[in-house]
């Protein structure tokens, strides 16, 4: 199993950026895909990026497409969401999720949860 651990959220003005950062500890960091989900006050867990094991392929939720990047560094155990343009309505706690070989793109898929880290995004 993978344990998880975030970093790097704050609040930021619109329109300005975040870089979170997700450490990974276990054996199977690097052949697991990864991914980032939010939760909004009041709202369901909903899925935000996702990463194959080696980073060659990536996925988004529409409402990110264009603004977030996911990427990974599996010598250093860490995969990451840079966060661009950012809007009122990205304000949520950001979770990092570890799945299988599947990138993990539903709750179901998720394996292991990080504990979260609070983005706030001022207007």
């Known amino acids: 199993q993978v344990q998880l651990v975030e970093s790097g959220g704050g609040l930021v003005q619109a329109g300005g950026s975040l870089r979170l950062s997700c450490a990974a500890s276990g054996r199977t960091f690097s052949s697991s895909a990864m991914g980032w989900f939010r939760q909004a006050p009041g709202k369901d867990r909903e899925f935000g990026a996702a990463?194959?094991?080696?980073?060659?392929?990536?996925y988004y939720a529409d409402s990110v497409k264009g603004r977030f990047t996911i990427s990974r560094d599996n010598a250093k155990n860490t995969v990451y969401l840079q966060m661009n343009s950012l809007k009122p309505e990205d304000t949520a706690v950001y979770y990092c999720a570890a799945g299988t070989a599947v990138p993990p793109r539903t709750l179901s898929q998720v394996t292991s949860w990080g504990q979260g880290t609070q983005v706030t995004v001022s207007s």
């Open positions: 990463i194959s094991w080696r980073g060659l392929s990536t």
